[in-house]
């Protein structure tokens, strides 16, 4: 059995360099909700450095609330801001010697893009339209995921150790009851039912069915640095190979 761990980086929250040794795929935050372009070349070079998949991080131009505020843009205007800001991300990659291997929206893109069908639709063709060997991330069971393999891209289904979930699939909302993990035996339970038994205990108790095709590490959490070590010593324990497919 293997899974990929990706961890979102280049956000200024420290702890890069040791956080890129323990995961298989890194996300980039590619300036409109954090990092510039020196702290993407930066983090582009410590990807390469240890043989991790490079992947973008594009959001909404929201650097105020660091990507998490709703936002309701014309799918033009979203459609413009996620190609360039693949293509920001790309021309450090490719110069650089490397690939840009996936796009995984951020915050409140990522959220919306799992529940909205058009804007689903719009990220996944702009992906496509922008370089169709791109491997697309999105929530577990979210429309994200259909668009894309509707546009005929290989998309992964996301999980999270670290947050919670509701009934119907979808993440508790940052900021409400149940949002966030914060205990280390909770965190490290909740990834092995999701790896190894495809579930995973929503807030209300009920148990639901969700797909890990990768496991995300947040870097911004207070021990997020300490809970990759933890976890990726549990998946060696379970025999689980970490790796990027």
């Avoid at 702009?126 to 005929?152: K, M, Q, T, V």
């Avoid at 289904?157 to 119907?168: I, K, L, N, S, V």
């Avoid at 508790?172 to 495809?198: H, I, K, N, Y």
């Amino acid at each position: 059995m293997n899974i990929d761990l990706n961890a979102d980086v280049g956000e200024g929250c420290g702890g890069d360099a040791e956080l890129l040794d323990l995961v298989s795929s890194a996300n980039i935050a590619c300036g409109w909700h954090a990092g510039d372009a020196d702290t993407m070349r930066k983090t582009v070079l410590l990807a390469l450095e240890r043989g991790v998949a490079i992947g973008a991080h594009p959001s909404f131009p929201d650097r105020e609330h660091f990507g998490r505020r709703e936002m309701r843009l014309p799918m033009e205007t979203v459609r413009a801001g996620l190609l360039y800001q693949l293509g920001a991300l790309d021309a450090i990659v490719r110069a650089e010697g490397g690939e840009l291997r996936h796009v995984k929206p951020h915050g409140a893109l990522y959220n919306q893009a799992a529940r909205e069908p058009e804007l689903a639709k719009t990220l996944a063709r702009a992906i496509r339209d922008y370089n169709p060997a791109l491997r697309a991330i999105g929530l577990a069971g979210g429309c994200f995921i259909d668009a894309c393999r509707a546009e005929g891209l290989e998309a992964w289904q996301e999980t999270f150790a670290d947050r919670g979930y509701r009934a119907d699939g979808s993440l508790v909302p940052r900021g409400s009851p149940g949002d966030l993990l914060t205990e280390d035996a909770a965190m490290l339970a909740q990834a092995e039912d999701m790896v190894l038994r495809q579930s995973v205990a929503a807030a209300d108790g009920q148990r639901i069915a969700v797909r890990a095709d990768t496991l995300c590490l947040h870097g911004d959490g207070a021990h997020a640095l300490r809970f990759a070590r933890l976890l990726r010593r549990r998946l060696k324990t379970l025999g689980v190979d970490v790796r990027a497919g």
